[in-house]
């Protein structure tokens, strides 16, 4: 029963780590520290946006989708080292065994889920209803990509700290497909 309280905390702890490395790391530059604001809100969302340029086009780079390959060890092992004080203070060693595990499982989802926002086939997951909403999510992310929707796995810490967005505030020309829900206002736009 404590592995499976261990690891649904940690999804929790997951989705928060998300939100704040998305929020203060990705999407600003602290202490000089350039390479994540650089590699996401400037590469990324430079040529991926809300509109018709969501879904990644031709002659662009689809390296722009994925983070480097070296940034899954790197996060994997910071999420694992700031829960050592919890271990020690509980004296339950079991928990950093599990936090990596489910960091690299989250980790793996996020990638997979957001190069398949980013890039759609048509494949079995784009599918679901669950898809479509963190679909949705993230395409109000593009839109209001400084102060909504950091979360693209689990978005538990959007809802709970406030910036959970689930249909945009003003009409805008969103991007289409058979996988992104309409984000649009519910009232009627005005012409």
């Given at each position: 029963?404590?592995?499976?309280?261990?690891?649904?905390?940690?999804?929790?702890?997951?989705?928060?780590?998300?939100?704040?490395?998305?929020?203060?790391?990705?999407?600003?530059?602290y202490f000089?520290?350039?390479?994540?604001?650089?590699?996401?809100?400037?590469?990324?969302?430079?040529?991926?946006?809300?509109?018709?340029?969501?879904?990644?086009?031709?002659?662009?780079?689809?390296?722009?989708?994925?983070?480097?390959?070296?940034?899954?060890?790197?996060?994997?092992?910071?999420?694992?080292?700031?829960?050592?004080?919890?271990?020690?203070?509980?004296?339950?060693?079991?928990?950093?065994?599990?936090?990596?595990?489910?960091?690299?499982?989250?980790?793996?989802?996020?990638?997979?889920?957001?190069?398949?926002?980013?890039?759609?086939?048509?494949?079995?997951?784009?599918?679901?209803?669950?898809?479509?909403?963190?679909?949705?999510?993230?395409?109000?992310?593009?839109?209001?990509?400084?102060?909504?929707?950091?979360?693209?796995?689990?978005?538990?810490?959007?809802?709970?700290?406030?910036?959970?967005?689930?249909?945009?505030?003003?009409?805008?020309a969103q991007?289409?497909?058979?996988?992104?829900?309409?984000?649009?206002?519910k009232t009627?736009?005005?012409?």
């Amino acid at each position: 029963m404590f592995f499976l309280y261990t690891f649904l905390l940690s999804v929790v702890y997951a989705s928060f780590f998300e939100w704040t490395l998305h929020r203060y790391v990705m999407h600003r530059i602290y202490f000089g520290f350039r390479y994540a604001f650089e590699a996401h809100t400037l590469m990324h969302h430079g040529k991926l946006k809300a509109d018709s340029t969501y879904h990644l086009r031709d002659g662009i780079d689809k390296k722009i989708i994925r983070m480097a390959w070296w940034n899954a060890p790197v996060l994997v092992a910071i999420a694992t080292l700031l829960i050592i004080p919890l271990c020690i203070w509980l004296n339950r060693w079991s928990i950093a065994a599990v936090v990596p595990i489910v960091f690299t499982m989250y980790y793996g989802a996020y990638e997979h889920l957001h190069w398949c926002m980013h890039l759609p086939k048509n494949r079995r997951i784009e599918k679901p209803w669950i898809f479509r909403l963190l679909n949705g999510h993230h395409l109000l992310h593009h839109r209001y990509m400084g102060s909504k929707n950091f979360n693209v796995v689990f978005p538990l810490a959007d809802l709970l700290l406030g910036t959970l967005m689930l249909r945009s505030r003003t009409h805008f020309a969103q991007a289409r497909g058979p996988s992104v829900p309409d984000v649009q206002p519910k009232t009627k736009k005005i012409v």
